[in-house]
């Protein structure tokens, strides 16, 4: 396992199949629709299933669909988690997949336990992330039933933010508030903030784009930018533009203290956005305004 898939202001949203499952499904059966408008999601399962949902943590939201009362023997459990994280290995990608209308990666899954999924499909819409995982097999018919009426029904930004394109390191788009202004005189160091006036000061996010040639862990850059000088800092893994990214956040007592930024690589390129002093009263809408950082190449 290699690869962490993880979420700030997205979620991870696992929907598997549990392997010990014996079918009881009733083809005949009247089947209901289940949504969660909070995280884009609508799918029907048959009517004979019953579903709870329960918080694990204040982050996490895990629904499971059983059935007669026993939450351990049903088709479906679907996992939600805010700033969570979840493995999936690159190296066993083994085909595509499109649910709800978009193309997602299929991984297969090898262990021995009897609970494990072996077939695994991700896909990404608006900074989210669904895990679709199968029953191994055993009542493929229901499994592919229930992901042909998967609809992924996030919207995400108001229909009235603006984009702004980039063509540097292969290119990217993000979007911001109609109000809001970019600062791009300088392609390689863009500014976008509430006050033109201001783009240079603490009002404002920075993205600059670097030309790397080593593929040093976000990690390390990190300790040695923050850690070399003593400061402490907290890093958390988070998802910027489908790449696995880096958020960091400084810990002291001096001006500029717990600003945060963010740091992410591809193509060749280190994106790192930082923030100003008045980091505090804004990072809800620099989250936002990441959230919407799509690479094109």
């Known amino acids: ?33 289940y949504r969660n408008t909070e995280y884009g999601l609508e799918l029907q399962y ?15 939201l895990r629904v499971n669909f059983f059935y007669n009362g026993n939450n351990l023997v049903g088709p479906i459990e679907i996992n939600i988690v805010k700033d ?3 493995l999936l290995d690159d190296n066993n990608i ?9 193309s997602g990666k299929t991984y297969a899954m090898f262990t021995g336990d009897a609970y494990s999924h072996c077939e695994q499909t991700s896909v990404y819409n608006d900074n989210l992330i669904y895990v679709f995982s ?4 055993e009542n493929m018919n229901v499994f592919n ?40 005189s300088n392609t390689a160091n863009v500014y976008v903030t509430p006050n033109l006036g201001h783009a240079k000061s603490g009002e404002s996010i920075q993205i600059l784009a670097d ?21 402490d800092f907290t890093q958390k893994h988070v998802i910027i533009g489908g790449k696995d990214a880096l958020k960091i956040k400084t810990i002291c007592e001096s001006v500029g203290c717990g600003a945060p930024e963010w740091m992410v690589r591809n193509n060749g390129c280190l994106f790192t956005f930082t923030s100003g002093l008045d980091s505090d009263k804004l990072e809800s809408a620099f989250e936002k ?3 919407t950082f799509k690479f094109t190449k």
């Open 94 to 102: 083994v085909g595509e997949k499109k649910i709800g209308g978009i």
């Open 211 to 231: 030309t790397v040639t080593s593929n040093t862990p976000l990690e390390y850059i990190a300790q040695s930018k923050y850690g070399t000088l003593g400061t």
């Open 84 to 86: 969570g994280s979840f």
């Open 46 to 60: 048959p009517g004979n299933l019953d579903f709870s949902e329960i918080h694990d943590t204040e982050n996490t």
């Open 145 to 184: 039933q229930i992901l042909s009426t998967v609809r992924l029904t996030k919207k995400g930004t108001a229909a009235d933010w603006k984009m702004y394109i980039n063509t540097n390191c292969g290119g990217y788009t993000l979007q911001y508030p109609s109000d809001w202004f970019v600062d791009a």
């Open 289 to 291: 305004i990441i959230s």
């Open 134 to 137: 199968d029953n191994c097999g």
């Open 1 to 33: 396992m290699g690869v962490i898939v993880s979420a700030t202001l997205f979620a991870l949203v696992v929907v598997s199949f549990v392997s010990n499952y014996q079918s009881n499904v009733d083809e005949a059966e009247e089947w209901k629709t």
